[in-house]
C-alpha cells in the first residue's frame, strides 16, 4: 500500500488529479474512510482533472450525481452511506455502469456492497481516508485491485 499525507483540501484534490495522471487505465476508484476524512474532496479533484467545470457535491441524499467534462468525459460520483442492505445496486445504475467500463466512478462505502460486484473488474484505485493530526490533514492510503 502507498500512503500520502496531505494538508489542505487543496493538496487532497491535487492527489486525485496526481493518482488519475498516474493511473491512466484506471476508471474506478473505491473511497473507504469515515464521515468527514476527505472523500468528497478527492472526488471534486477528480473532477477538476477529468474538465468538469460544475459544482460536485456529496450525493449522500441521491446516492449518485454525475457529472460530463471535457470531450464528453463522464464521472459518476456515488454515496452508498445510506444505501438500505435490501436496496437494489441496480436501481441507482452502478453494476450497469461498472460493466460499461467507458466512464469514471468515484463510489464513497463500497463496502456497503457485496464484493462480488466488484469480482469481474480490473483497475481498481482502492484509497483509504483517515484523519490526520491537525484539522486538514488527511492520511490516504492507496492500493489496486
Known amino acids: ?43 471534486k479533484g477528480l473532477a477538476k482533472a477529468l474538465g468538469i467545470t460544475e459544482p460536485v457535491t ?17 464521472l459518476h460520483h456515488f454515496d452508498l452511506y445510506r444505501l438500505q442492505q435490501n436496496e437494489n445496486l441496480e436501481t441507482i445504475g452502478l453494476q450497469e455502469l461498472l460493466e460499461d467500463g467507458r466512464d469514471y466512478l468515484a463510489v464513497e462505502w463500497p463496502e456497503k456492497m457485496p ?4 469480482s469481474k473488474i480490473d ?9 490526520g493530526a491537525k484539522e486538514n ?9
Open 115 to 118: 464484493k462480488r460486484i466488484f
Open 123 to 131: 483497475k481498481i484505485l482502492n484509497l483509504y481516508f483517515e484523519n
Open 1 to 43: 500500500m502507498t500512503a500520502f499525507l496531505t494538508r489542505s483540501p487543496e493538496q487532497t484534490q491535487a492527489l486525485a488529479k496526481k493518482l488519475l495522471a498516474q493511473s491512466k487505465d484506471t476508471r474506478i476508484f473505491l473511497l473507504h474512510g469515515n464521515l468527514g476524512a476527505g472523500k468528497t474532496v478527492f472526488v
Open 58 to 74: 456529496s450525493p449522500t441524499f441521491t446516492l449518485r450525481k454525475s457529472y460530463t467534462g471535457r470531450s464528453g468525459v463522464r
Open 137 to 145: 490533514e488527511r492520511k490516504i492510503g492507496s492500493s489496486k485491485d
